[in-house]
Protein backbone atom coordinates (compact mmCIF):
# COMPACT_ATOMS: atom_id res chain seq x y z
CA UNK A 1 0.00 0.00 0.00
CA UNK A 2 1.52 2.93 -1.18
CA UNK A 3 2.12 6.02 1.76
CA UNK A 4 -0.38 8.38 0.39
CA UNK A 5 -3.15 6.18 0.32
CA UNK A 6 -5.13 4.57 3.61
CA UNK A 7 -8.27 2.23 3.76
CA UNK A 8 -11.61 4.33 4.12
CA UNK A 9 -12.42 2.35 7.36
CA UNK A 10 -9.18 3.97 8.54
CA UNK A 11 -9.65 7.59 6.99
CA UNK A 12 -13.46 7.40 8.89
CA UNK A 13 -12.49 6.74 12.28
CA UNK A 14 -9.68 8.98 12.35
CA UNK A 15 -11.73 11.60 10.96
CA UNK A 16 -14.11 11.10 13.89
CA UNK A 17 -11.53 10.94 16.09
CA UNK A 18 -10.50 14.53 14.78
CA UNK A 19 -13.25 16.23 16.01
CA UNK A 20 -12.83 15.20 19.50
CA UNK A 21 -14.55 11.66 19.95
CA UNK A 22 -12.42 8.64 21.74
CA UNK A 23 -15.06 6.17 21.91
CA UNK A 24 -17.39 4.33 19.81
CA UNK A 25 -20.74 3.23 20.93
CA UNK A 26 -23.05 0.52 19.57
CA UNK A 27 -23.11 -3.07 18.96
CA UNK A 28 -21.39 -5.63 16.26
CA UNK A 29 -23.60 -7.03 13.25
CA UNK A 30 -22.23 -9.33 10.47
CA UNK A 31 -22.45 -6.04 8.14
CA UNK A 32 -20.12 -3.75 10.12
CA UNK A 33 -17.60 -6.16 11.36
CA UNK A 34 -15.28 -5.00 8.66
CA UNK A 35 -15.29 -1.67 9.40
CA UNK A 36 -15.23 -2.31 13.10
CA UNK A 37 -11.92 -4.44 12.52
CA UNK A 38 -10.17 -1.05 11.16
CA UNK A 39 -11.13 0.65 14.40
CA UNK A 40 -8.29 -1.17 15.94
CA UNK A 41 -5.72 0.25 13.94
CA UNK A 42 -7.00 3.81 14.71
CA UNK A 43 -5.45 4.56 18.69
CA UNK A 44 -7.31 7.09 19.40
CA UNK A 45 -10.64 5.49 19.63
CA UNK A 46 -11.87 2.52 21.91
CA UNK A 47 -15.16 0.53 21.16
CA UNK A 48 -17.30 0.10 23.28
CA UNK A 49 -20.29 -2.09 22.88
CA UNK A 50 -24.05 -1.49 24.39
CA UNK A 51 -26.46 -4.21 25.24
CA UNK A 52 -28.82 -3.24 22.37
CA UNK A 53 -28.81 -0.29 19.88
CA UNK A 54 -31.52 1.76 21.47
CA UNK A 55 -29.44 2.09 24.66
CA UNK A 56 -26.35 2.35 22.31
CA UNK A 57 -28.28 5.34 20.45
CA UNK A 58 -29.19 7.06 24.09
CA UNK A 59 -25.54 6.37 25.38
CA UNK A 60 -24.26 8.54 22.28
CA UNK A 61 -26.64 11.46 22.73
CA UNK A 62 -25.74 11.62 26.37
CA UNK A 63 -22.09 11.46 25.81
CA UNK A 64 -22.59 14.39 23.23
CA UNK A 65 -24.48 16.60 25.41
CA UNK A 66 -21.38 16.00 27.81
CA UNK A 67 -18.12 16.41 25.46
CA UNK A 68 -19.79 19.15 23.09
CA UNK A 69 -19.70 17.54 20.26
CA UNK A 70 -21.26 14.60 18.17
CA UNK A 71 -20.95 10.92 19.23
CA UNK A 72 -20.40 8.01 17.10
CA UNK A 73 -23.11 5.70 17.07
CA UNK A 74 -22.19 2.15 14.99
CA UNK A 75 -24.97 -0.45 14.24
CA UNK A 76 -25.99 -2.94 11.62
CA UNK A 77 -27.79 -2.62 8.70
CA UNK A 78 -32.14 -2.78 9.00
CA UNK A 79 -32.28 -5.05 12.44
CA UNK A 80 -30.12 -2.38 14.05
CA UNK A 81 -30.41 0.90 12.50
CA UNK A 82 -34.16 0.74 12.84
CA UNK A 83 -33.60 -0.30 17.00
CA UNK A 84 -31.72 2.51 17.84
CA UNK A 85 -33.93 5.10 15.62
CA UNK A 86 -35.79 6.08 18.92
CA UNK A 87 -32.84 7.14 20.26
CA UNK A 88 -31.69 9.41 16.91
CA UNK A 89 -34.70 11.08 16.80
CA UNK A 90 -34.24 12.28 20.71
CA UNK A 91 -31.08 13.17 19.41
CA UNK A 92 -32.42 14.99 16.48
CA UNK A 93 -35.12 16.73 18.67
CA UNK A 94 -33.23 18.19 21.41
CA UNK A 95 -29.57 18.71 19.42
CA UNK A 96 -27.35 15.93 20.90
CA UNK A 97 -25.40 15.89 17.51
CA UNK A 98 -24.09 12.15 16.64
CA UNK A 99 -22.61 10.34 13.45
CA UNK A 100 -25.01 7.45 13.04
CA UNK A 101 -22.32 4.70 10.94
CA UNK A 102 -24.79 2.00 9.57
CA UNK A 103 -23.27 -1.25 8.01
CA UNK A 104 -24.61 -2.45 4.86
CA UNK A 105 -24.68 -5.30 2.34
CA UNK A 106 -22.35 -4.96 0.08
CA UNK A 107 -22.93 -3.53 -3.49
CA UNK A 108 -23.32 -6.58 -5.52
CA UNK A 109 -25.56 -7.52 -3.38
CA UNK A 110 -27.43 -4.86 -3.43
CA UNK A 111 -27.72 -4.12 -6.62
CA UNK A 112 -28.93 -8.03 -7.30
CA UNK A 113 -31.63 -7.34 -4.78
CA UNK A 114 -30.73 -10.54 -3.08
CA UNK A 115 -33.01 -11.76 -0.30
CA UNK A 116 -30.91 -11.70 1.94
CA UNK A 117 -31.38 -11.92 6.19
CA UNK A 118 -32.53 -7.99 7.38
CA UNK A 119 -34.57 -7.68 3.94
CA UNK A 120 -38.18 -7.69 3.73
CA UNK A 121 -39.23 -9.48 0.78
CA UNK A 122 -37.81 -10.89 -2.79
CA UNK A 123 -37.04 -7.96 -4.80
CA UNK A 124 -36.52 -5.93 -1.81
CA UNK A 125 -34.39 -2.05 -2.54
CA UNK A 126 -31.61 -2.60 0.19
CA UNK A 127 -31.87 1.17 0.53
CA UNK A 128 -35.06 1.07 1.81
CA UNK A 129 -34.51 1.84 5.38
CA UNK A 130 -32.07 5.12 4.20
CA UNK A 131 -35.52 6.85 3.21
CA UNK A 132 -36.95 5.98 7.04
CA UNK A 133 -34.31 8.07 8.91
CA UNK A 134 -34.89 11.04 6.66
CA UNK A 135 -37.03 13.17 9.15
CA UNK A 136 -34.19 12.31 11.50
CA UNK A 137 -31.48 13.53 10.27
CA UNK A 138 -29.61 16.51 8.75
CA UNK A 139 -28.05 14.84 6.16
CA UNK A 140 -26.66 11.64 4.77
CA UNK A 141 -24.33 9.61 2.69
CA UNK A 142 -24.01 6.12 1.00
CA UNK A 143 -20.89 4.95 0.36
CA UNK A 144 -21.01 3.96 -2.88
CA UNK A 145 -18.81 5.90 -5.47
CA UNK A 146 -14.81 5.10 -4.44
CA UNK A 147 -13.71 8.37 -6.29
CA UNK A 148 -15.95 10.53 -3.71
CA UNK A 149 -16.13 8.37 -0.36
CA UNK A 150 -13.36 10.62 1.60
CA UNK A 151 -15.06 14.03 0.43
CA UNK A 152 -18.51 12.50 1.40
CA UNK A 153 -17.31 11.44 4.72
CA UNK A 154 -15.66 15.07 5.50
CA UNK A 155 -19.08 16.47 4.01
CA UNK A 156 -21.39 14.62 6.43
CA UNK A 157 -19.17 15.24 9.32
CA UNK A 158 -18.92 18.54 9.12
CA UNK A 159 -22.66 19.14 8.97
CA UNK A 160 -23.20 17.10 12.27
CA UNK A 161 -20.70 19.37 13.90
CA UNK A 162 -22.40 22.65 12.63
CA UNK A 163 -26.08 21.58 13.22
CA UNK A 164 -25.56 19.55 16.43
CA UNK A 165 -28.02 17.10 14.95
CA UNK A 166 -27.83 13.30 13.72
CA UNK A 167 -26.51 12.72 10.08
CA UNK A 168 -25.84 9.16 8.98
CA UNK A 169 -22.93 7.27 6.66
CA UNK A 170 -24.27 4.38 5.18
CA UNK A 171 -21.54 1.64 4.73
CA UNK A 172 -21.65 -1.39 2.37
CA UNK A 173 -20.02 -4.20 3.75
CA UNK A 174 -17.56 -4.62 0.63
CA UNK A 175 -15.77 -0.72 1.21
CA UNK A 176 -14.16 -0.89 4.82
CA UNK A 177 -11.37 -1.72 2.87
CA UNK A 178 -11.53 0.96 -0.39
CA UNK A 179 -8.30 3.11 -0.78
CA UNK A 180 -8.56 6.98 -0.25
CA UNK A 181 -6.19 9.48 -0.55
CA UNK A 182 -4.46 10.01 2.85
CA UNK A 183 -2.75 13.12 2.18
CA UNK A 184 -6.91 14.83 2.97
CA UNK A 185 -6.63 13.77 6.50
CA UNK A 186 -3.34 16.67 6.38
CA UNK A 187 -6.52 19.80 6.08
CA UNK A 188 -8.38 19.51 9.37
CA UNK A 189 -12.41 19.71 8.80
CA UNK A 190 -13.59 23.63 8.59
CA UNK A 191 -16.48 22.82 11.29
CA UNK A 192 -16.79 27.22 12.19
CA UNK A 193 -20.18 28.13 12.30
CA UNK A 194 -19.98 31.27 10.27
CA UNK A 195 -22.82 34.10 9.45
CA UNK A 196 -23.39 36.19 6.37
CA UNK A 197 -21.07 38.89 7.77
CA UNK A 198 -23.13 41.92 6.75
CA UNK A 199 -26.43 40.46 7.77
CA UNK A 200 -24.70 39.27 11.96
CA UNK A 201 -22.84 42.87 11.89
CA UNK A 202 -26.66 44.41 11.78
CA UNK A 203 -28.17 41.86 14.23
CA UNK A 204 -25.22 42.21 16.40
CA UNK A 205 -25.40 46.51 16.19
CA UNK A 206 -29.34 46.24 17.12
CA UNK A 207 -28.88 44.19 20.17
CA UNK A 208 -26.29 46.35 21.35
CA UNK A 209 -28.34 49.59 20.90
CA UNK A 210 -31.14 47.21 22.80
CA UNK A 211 -28.91 46.42 25.47
CA UNK A 212 -27.68 50.26 25.83
CA UNK A 213 -31.64 51.22 26.19
CA UNK A 214 -33.08 48.45 28.30
CA UNK A 215 -33.76 50.15 31.59
CA UNK A 216 -34.92 46.00 32.90
CA UNK A 217 -33.06 43.67 30.91
CA UNK A 218 -32.75 39.89 31.76
CA UNK A 219 -31.22 37.07 30.57
CA UNK A 220 -32.98 34.04 29.47
CA UNK A 221 -30.65 30.99 28.79
CA UNK A 222 -31.86 27.81 27.32
CA UNK A 223 -30.52 24.42 26.12
CA UNK A 224 -29.40 25.06 22.49
CA UNK A 225 -27.01 27.13 24.26
CA UNK A 226 -25.48 24.53 25.71
CA UNK A 227 -25.65 21.92 22.92
CA UNK A 228 -24.10 24.50 20.13
CA UNK A 229 -21.49 25.22 22.18
CA UNK A 230 -22.14 28.77 23.88
CA UNK A 231 -22.64 27.44 27.63
CA UNK A 232 -19.48 29.45 28.37
CA UNK A 233 -20.39 32.68 26.51
CA UNK A 234 -23.95 32.66 28.39
CA UNK A 235 -21.89 32.79 31.98
CA UNK A 236 -19.51 35.26 30.89
CA UNK A 237 -22.58 37.32 29.72
CA UNK A 238 -24.45 36.94 32.76
CA UNK A 239 -20.43 38.07 34.66
CA UNK A 240 -20.23 40.99 32.43
CA UNK A 241 -23.86 42.58 32.55
CA UNK A 242 -25.02 41.49 35.82
CA UNK A 243 -28.39 40.89 34.76
CA UNK A 244 -30.93 38.99 36.10
CA UNK A 245 -30.31 35.71 34.62
CA UNK A 246 -32.68 32.99 34.45
CA UNK A 247 -32.44 28.94 32.65
CA UNK A 248 -35.45 26.72 31.88
CA UNK A 249 -36.15 23.02 32.94
CA UNK A 250 -33.77 21.81 29.79
CA UNK A 251 -31.09 24.28 30.50
CA UNK A 252 -31.05 24.36 34.10
CA UNK A 253 -27.58 24.54 35.74
CA UNK A 254 -26.36 26.86 32.40
CA UNK A 255 -25.88 29.50 34.89
CA UNK A 256 -24.08 28.94 38.30
CA UNK A 257 -27.63 29.02 40.41
CA UNK A 258 -24.96 30.38 43.22
CA UNK A 259 -24.77 33.49 41.36
CA UNK A 260 -26.09 36.67 42.44
CA UNK A 261 -27.85 37.46 39.98
CA UNK A 262 -29.96 33.74 39.17
CA UNK A 263 -33.55 34.19 39.68
CA UNK A 264 -34.37 30.38 39.15
CA UNK A 265 -36.02 28.09 36.10
CA UNK A 266 -38.36 29.65 34.10
CA UNK A 267 -41.18 27.79 32.77
CA UNK A 268 -43.90 30.22 31.92
CA UNK A 269 -46.25 30.43 34.59
CA UNK A 270 -45.62 27.26 35.80
CA UNK A 271 -42.78 28.94 37.41
CA UNK A 272 -41.75 29.51 41.22
CA UNK A 273 -43.73 32.56 42.86
CA UNK A 274 -41.80 36.09 40.74
CA UNK A 275 -40.18 34.25 37.84
CA UNK A 276 -42.62 34.05 35.79
CA UNK A 277 -43.43 38.03 36.35
CA UNK A 278 -39.67 38.82 36.74
CA UNK A 279 -39.63 37.55 32.74
CA UNK A 280 -42.52 38.65 31.47
CA UNK A 281 -42.34 42.28 33.14
CA UNK A 282 -38.33 42.71 31.91
CA UNK A 283 -38.26 45.57 28.89
CA UNK A 284 -35.57 43.62 27.07
CA UNK A 285 -34.67 39.75 27.21
CA UNK A 286 -32.11 38.31 26.15
CA UNK A 287 -33.05 34.97 24.87
CA UNK A 288 -30.44 32.80 24.28
CA UNK A 289 -30.81 28.95 22.52
CA UNK A 290 -34.65 29.02 22.93
CA UNK A 291 -36.44 25.42 22.49
CA UNK A 292 -39.97 26.24 22.57
CA UNK A 293 -41.37 22.76 23.39
CA UNK A 294 -44.82 22.81 25.56
CA UNK A 295 -42.69 20.94 28.63
CA UNK A 296 -39.87 23.84 28.56
CA UNK A 297 -42.46 27.18 28.64
CA UNK A 298 -44.58 25.83 30.83
CA UNK A 299 -47.30 24.27 28.62
CA UNK A 300 -46.53 27.45 26.05
CA UNK A 301 -47.43 30.21 28.73
CA UNK A 302 -44.40 32.34 27.64
CA UNK A 303 -46.05 35.64 27.20
CA UNK A 304 -42.49 38.04 26.00
CA UNK A 305 -43.72 40.34 23.51
CA UNK A 306 -41.52 40.91 20.28
CA UNK A 307 -40.83 44.40 21.39
CA UNK A 308 -39.05 43.32 24.39
CA UNK A 309 -37.29 40.16 22.82
CA UNK A 310 -34.01 39.75 21.57
CA UNK A 311 -34.58 36.12 20.31
CA UNK A 312 -30.93 34.36 19.28
CA UNK A 313 -31.75 31.13 17.73
CA UNK A 314 -29.80 28.29 15.41
CA UNK A 315 -31.87 28.86 12.56
CA UNK A 316 -32.65 33.13 12.95
CA UNK A 317 -32.01 35.77 14.84
CA UNK A 318 -34.98 38.64 15.50
CA UNK A 319 -34.00 41.65 17.53
CA UNK A 320 -37.26 43.36 18.66
CA UNK A 321 -39.66 42.09 16.01
CA UNK A 322 -37.17 42.18 13.18
CA UNK A 323 -36.22 39.01 11.69
CA UNK A 324 -32.69 37.43 10.54
CA UNK A 325 -33.20 34.53 8.49
CA UNK A 326 -29.95 31.69 8.22
CA UNK A 327 -28.19 33.45 10.62
CA UNK A 328 -26.73 31.46 13.79
CA UNK A 329 -26.58 32.78 17.61
CA UNK A 330 -22.77 31.17 18.22
CA UNK A 331 -21.05 33.91 16.38
CA UNK A 332 -23.40 36.63 17.24
CA UNK A 333 -23.66 35.95 21.09
CA UNK A 334 -19.44 35.56 20.39
CA UNK A 335 -19.45 39.30 19.29
CA UNK A 336 -21.98 40.57 21.65
CA UNK A 337 -19.38 39.00 24.35
CA UNK A 338 -16.66 40.78 22.86
CA UNK A 339 -17.96 44.21 22.35
CA UNK A 340 -19.53 43.97 25.82
CA UNK A 341 -16.17 42.83 27.39
CA UNK A 342 -14.02 45.70 25.44
CA UNK A 343 -16.17 48.80 26.72
CA UNK A 344 -18.83 47.62 29.53
CA UNK A 345 -18.98 51.17 30.67
CA UNK A 346 -20.88 52.46 27.25
CA UNK A 347 -23.74 49.94 28.32
CA UNK A 348 -23.89 50.56 31.65
CA UNK A 349 -22.12 47.67 33.01
CA UNK A 350 -22.45 45.73 35.09
CA UNK A 351 -25.62 46.36 35.84
CA UNK A 352 -26.38 47.40 39.69
CA UNK A 353 -30.03 44.85 40.73
CA UNK A 354 -32.45 46.98 40.97
CA UNK A 355 -34.92 43.79 42.04
CA UNK A 356 -34.63 41.90 45.01
CA UNK A 357 -33.25 38.48 44.56
CA UNK A 358 -35.80 36.14 44.03
CA UNK A 359 -35.12 33.53 46.84
CA UNK A 360 -37.08 29.58 46.12
CA UNK A 361 -39.48 28.53 48.70
CA UNK A 362 -39.01 25.60 50.94
CA UNK A 363 -41.85 23.31 50.06
CA UNK A 364 -41.18 20.74 52.84
CA UNK A 365 -38.79 20.86 55.58
CA UNK A 366 -40.42 17.86 57.46
CA UNK A 367 -38.05 15.73 59.38
CA UNK A 368 -39.75 12.61 59.74
CA UNK A 369 -42.78 10.71 58.50
CA UNK A 370 -43.55 9.09 54.61
CA UNK A 371 -41.36 10.42 51.62
CA UNK A 372 -42.88 12.08 49.32
CA UNK A 373 -42.52 13.91 46.55
CA UNK A 374 -42.40 17.80 47.50
CA UNK A 375 -39.37 16.42 50.34
CA UNK A 376 -37.35 14.88 47.58
CA UNK A 377 -36.24 16.84 45.21
CA UNK A 378 -35.06 19.65 46.95
CA UNK A 379 -32.81 17.80 49.51
CA UNK A 380 -32.01 15.64 46.79
CA UNK A 381 -30.68 18.88 45.39
CA UNK A 382 -28.81 19.54 48.73
CA UNK A 383 -27.22 15.94 48.04
CA UNK A 384 -25.58 17.40 44.80
CA UNK A 385 -22.53 18.64 44.80
CA UNK A 386 -19.89 20.84 42.64
CA UNK A 387 -19.28 19.61 39.41
CA UNK A 388 -21.66 16.35 39.48
CA UNK A 389 -23.16 15.24 36.40
CA UNK A 390 -27.19 14.59 37.19
CA UNK A 391 -29.67 12.94 34.91
CA UNK A 392 -33.42 13.26 35.52
CA UNK A 393 -35.00 10.52 33.97
CA UNK A 394 -38.36 11.33 31.94
CA UNK A 395 -41.60 11.56 34.66
CA UNK A 396 -41.61 13.15 38.02
CA UNK A 397 -37.66 13.16 38.23
CA UNK A 398 -37.95 15.93 34.90
CA UNK A 399 -41.10 17.71 36.58
CA UNK A 400 -39.36 17.07 40.61
CA UNK A 401 -35.52 18.48 39.62
CA UNK A 402 -36.35 21.78 38.35
CA UNK A 403 -37.21 22.68 42.57
CA UNK A 404 -33.79 21.82 43.79
CA UNK A 405 -30.86 24.57 43.81
CA UNK A 406 -27.77 23.23 41.86
CA UNK A 407 -24.36 24.01 43.62
CA UNK A 408 -21.53 25.50 41.14
CA UNK A 409 -21.00 23.81 38.21
CA UNK A 410 -23.82 21.15 38.18
CA UNK A 411 -24.11 19.76 34.25
CA UNK A 412 -28.06 18.26 34.44
CA UNK A 413 -28.68 16.08 31.15
CA UNK A 414 -32.86 15.52 31.32
CA UNK A 415 -35.01 14.55 27.84
CA UNK A 416 -38.54 16.60 28.70
CA UNK A 417 -39.28 17.57 25.10
CA UNK A 418 -38.58 14.26 23.71
CA UNK A 419 -39.36 12.62 26.97
CA UNK A 420 -38.46 8.64 26.08
CA UNK A 421 -38.94 6.75 29.07
CA UNK A 422 -35.61 5.25 29.79
CA UNK A 423 -33.38 7.21 28.17
CA UNK A 424 -31.22 8.44 30.95
CA UNK A 425 -29.79 4.47 31.62
CA UNK A 426 -28.68 4.50 28.11
CA UNK A 427 -27.58 8.04 28.44
CA UNK A 428 -25.54 7.90 31.79
CA UNK A 429 -23.24 5.19 30.38
CA UNK A 430 -22.32 8.14 27.71
CA UNK A 431 -22.05 10.75 30.41
CA UNK A 432 -19.73 8.27 32.36
CA UNK A 433 -17.82 7.84 29.71
CA UNK A 434 -17.71 11.56 28.54
CA UNK A 435 -16.95 12.42 32.38
CA UNK A 436 -13.56 10.20 32.21
CA UNK A 437 -12.59 11.35 28.59
CA UNK A 438 -12.40 15.12 29.86
CA UNK A 439 -11.17 14.06 33.75
CA UNK A 440 -14.34 15.94 35.18
CA UNK A 441 -13.92 16.25 38.75
CA UNK A 442 -17.44 15.55 40.28
CA UNK A 443 -19.70 12.11 40.31
CA UNK A 444 -22.39 10.99 38.40
CA UNK A 445 -26.02 10.62 39.66
CA UNK A 446 -28.60 8.44 37.95
CA UNK A 447 -32.30 9.75 39.01
CA UNK A 448 -34.95 7.07 37.42
CA UNK A 449 -38.21 5.64 38.33
CA UNK A 450 -39.16 2.13 38.20
CA UNK A 451 -41.00 2.08 35.61
CA UNK A 452 -38.77 3.31 33.18
CA UNK A 453 -35.97 1.54 34.58
CA UNK A 454 -37.66 -1.42 32.88
CA UNK A 455 -37.19 -0.06 29.76
CA UNK A 456 -33.05 -0.37 29.32
CA UNK A 457 -31.67 -1.46 32.60
CA UNK A 458 -29.38 -3.60 30.92
CA UNK A 459 -26.81 -0.82 30.79
CA UNK A 460 -26.37 -0.91 34.66
CA UNK A 461 -24.45 -3.48 33.73
CA UNK A 462 -22.75 -2.06 31.56
CA UNK A 463 -21.56 0.83 33.84
CA UNK A 464 -20.17 -2.22 36.30
CA UNK A 465 -18.62 -4.03 33.28
CA UNK A 466 -16.57 -0.80 31.88
CA UNK A 467 -16.08 0.15 35.74
CA UNK A 468 -17.83 3.21 36.42
CA UNK A 469 -19.25 4.14 39.96
CA UNK A 470 -22.75 6.29 39.53
CA UNK A 471 -25.18 6.49 42.51
CA UNK A 472 -28.57 5.42 41.11
CA UNK A 473 -31.57 6.95 43.11
CA UNK A 474 -34.72 4.48 42.02
CA UNK A 475 -37.92 6.28 42.32
CA UNK A 476 -40.45 3.76 43.45
CA UNK A 477 -43.89 4.68 43.07
CA UNK A 478 -45.60 1.47 41.59
CA UNK A 479 -45.83 2.71 38.34
CA UNK A 480 -46.19 5.26 35.60
CA UNK A 481 -47.10 7.89 37.89
CA UNK A 482 -46.84 10.86 35.53
CA UNK A 483 -48.84 8.90 33.46
CA UNK A 484 -51.46 8.33 36.40
CA UNK A 485 -51.47 12.25 36.65
CA UNK A 486 -52.19 12.63 33.21
CA UNK A 487 -54.88 10.00 32.69
CA UNK A 488 -56.40 6.85 34.77
CA UNK A 489 -54.87 6.82 38.09
CA UNK A 490 -56.04 3.09 38.69
CA UNK A 491 -56.22 1.95 35.37
CA UNK A 492 -54.21 -1.10 34.85
CA UNK A 493 -52.46 0.34 31.79
CA UNK A 494 -50.50 2.16 34.04
CA UNK A 495 -49.22 -0.43 36.43
CA UNK A 496 -45.57 -2.02 36.02
CA UNK A 497 -43.94 -5.41 37.14
CA UNK A 498 -43.06 -4.71 40.99
CA UNK A 499 -41.91 -8.39 41.38
CA UNK A 500 -37.90 -6.89 40.93
CA UNK A 501 -35.75 -6.55 43.70
CA UNK A 502 -34.29 -3.28 43.28
CA UNK A 503 -31.97 -4.93 46.28
CA UNK A 504 -30.22 -7.11 44.37
CA UNK A 505 -30.23 -5.50 40.89
CA UNK A 506 -26.16 -4.54 41.27
CA UNK A 507 -25.52 -7.98 42.49
CA UNK A 508 -27.37 -9.75 39.44
CA UNK A 509 -25.47 -7.82 36.79
CA UNK A 510 -21.77 -8.34 38.52
CA UNK A 511 -21.00 -5.91 41.21
CA UNK A 512 -20.69 -8.34 43.94
CA UNK A 513 -18.52 -10.31 45.91
CA UNK A 514 -17.08 -13.18 43.49
CA UNK A 515 -16.24 -10.56 40.82
CA UNK A 516 -14.03 -8.26 43.29
CA UNK A 517 -16.64 -5.29 42.59
CA UNK A 518 -17.83 -3.47 45.34
CA UNK A 519 -21.59 -2.14 45.59
CA UNK A 520 -24.23 -1.13 48.13
CA UNK A 521 -27.62 -0.84 47.71
CA UNK A 522 -30.49 0.65 49.91
CA UNK A 523 -34.32 0.97 50.41
CA UNK A 524 -36.20 4.39 52.31
CA UNK A 525 -39.88 4.34 52.78
CA UNK A 526 -39.43 7.28 55.66
CA UNK A 527 -37.33 10.75 55.86
CA UNK A 528 -35.72 9.71 58.08
CA UNK A 529 -33.97 6.66 56.55
CA UNK A 530 -33.33 8.92 53.73
CA UNK A 531 -31.26 11.43 55.42
CA UNK A 532 -29.55 8.41 56.91
CA UNK A 533 -28.80 7.67 53.41
CA UNK A 534 -27.55 10.57 52.27
CA UNK A 535 -25.73 11.68 55.11
CA UNK A 536 -23.92 8.65 54.46
CA UNK A 537 -20.41 9.40 53.66
CA UNK A 538 -19.73 5.90 52.09
CA UNK A 539 -22.92 6.30 49.71
CA UNK A 540 -22.03 9.55 49.03
CA UNK A 541 -18.43 9.55 48.12
CA UNK A 542 -18.67 7.76 44.47
CA UNK A 543 -15.86 5.50 45.19
CA UNK A 544 -17.94 2.32 44.28
CA UNK A 545 -21.12 2.12 42.40
CA UNK A 546 -24.18 2.72 45.11
CA UNK A 547 -27.83 2.28 44.78
CA UNK A 548 -31.15 4.07 46.78
CA UNK A 549 -34.82 2.71 46.21
CA UNK A 550 -36.93 5.86 47.49
CA UNK A 551 -40.23 4.96 48.02
CA UNK A 552 -42.98 7.19 47.32
CA UNK A 553 -47.27 6.98 46.54
CA UNK A 554 -48.16 6.35 43.63
CA UNK A 555 -50.45 9.44 43.25
CA UNK A 556 -47.87 11.66 44.78
CA UNK A 557 -46.93 14.16 41.83
CA UNK A 558 -44.58 16.99 41.70
CA UNK A 559 -46.12 20.91 42.18
CA UNK A 560 -45.14 21.30 38.27
CA UNK A 561 -46.46 18.42 36.65
CA UNK A 562 -50.01 19.18 38.43
CA UNK A 563 -49.45 22.86 37.27
CA UNK A 564 -48.67 22.16 33.75
CA UNK A 565 -51.48 19.83 33.78
CA UNK A 566 -53.70 22.48 34.59
CA UNK A 567 -52.37 24.47 31.74
CA UNK A 568 -52.91 21.90 29.22
CA UNK A 569 -56.55 20.61 30.08
CA UNK A 570 -57.37 24.49 30.47
CA UNK A 571 -55.80 24.85 26.68
CA UNK A 572 -57.37 21.41 24.99
CA UNK A 573 -60.65 22.63 26.54
CA UNK A 574 -60.66 25.82 24.96
CA UNK A 575 -59.72 24.35 21.66
CA UNK A 576 -61.94 21.85 21.40
CA UNK A 577 -64.84 24.54 22.43
CA UNK A 578 -63.95 26.15 19.05
CA UNK A 579 -64.13 23.33 16.87
CA UNK A 580 -67.37 22.39 18.03
CA UNK A 581 -70.16 22.43 14.99
CA UNK A 582 -73.12 24.88 15.90
CA UNK A 583 -76.37 23.48 14.70
Same mark, same amino acid.
Given at each position: ?30 ? *? ?26 ? +? /? ?53 ? %? ?20 ? *? ?52 ? &? ?21 ? #? ?70 ? *? ?14 ? /??KDENLVFLGHEFCQVKGKKFENTHFLPVL ?8 ? /??? &? ?37 ? #? ?52 ? #? ?63 ? #? ?34 ? +????? %? ?19 LVVARAKAKALAASFEVKP
Amino acid at each position: MSASKISMGQYLWKRLASIGIEHVFGVPGDF *NLALLDEIYKVPQLTWLGTCNELNGAYA +A /DGYARIKGHPAALLTTYGVGELSAMNGVGGAYAEHAGMVHLVGMTARPIQKMRAL %IHHTLEPGSDHGIYVGMSEPIR *NTHTVLWDDAIMAEEIDRVIVAGVKTRLPVFIYIPVDVAGVQLDATRLETPLNT &AVKNDSTVEEEVVKASLEAIQSA #KNPIVLADVLTIRHGGRDLARELVDLTNYQSFSTPLSKGIIDEGHPSYGGVFNGTVSFPGVADAVHGSDLVL *NLGPLLSDSNTGGFTR /DIKDENLVFLGHEFCQVKGKKFENTHFLPVLRRLVEELRK /DPK &AYGLPRTQAQQKIEPPILNNSKSGQIVQSYTWQRLGKFL #KPNDIVLAESGTAQFGMPDALFPENVRYITQIFWSSIGYTVGATLGALVAQKEL #KLPGRVVLIVGEGSLQMTVQEIGSYIRFGFHPIIFVINNNGYSIERAINGPKQQYNEVSMLWDHQ #KMLEFFGARKETGIESKSYKVEKIEEMEKVLEDREF +ADGTN %IRLCEIVMDQFDYPWRLDGQLVVARAKAKALAASFEVKP
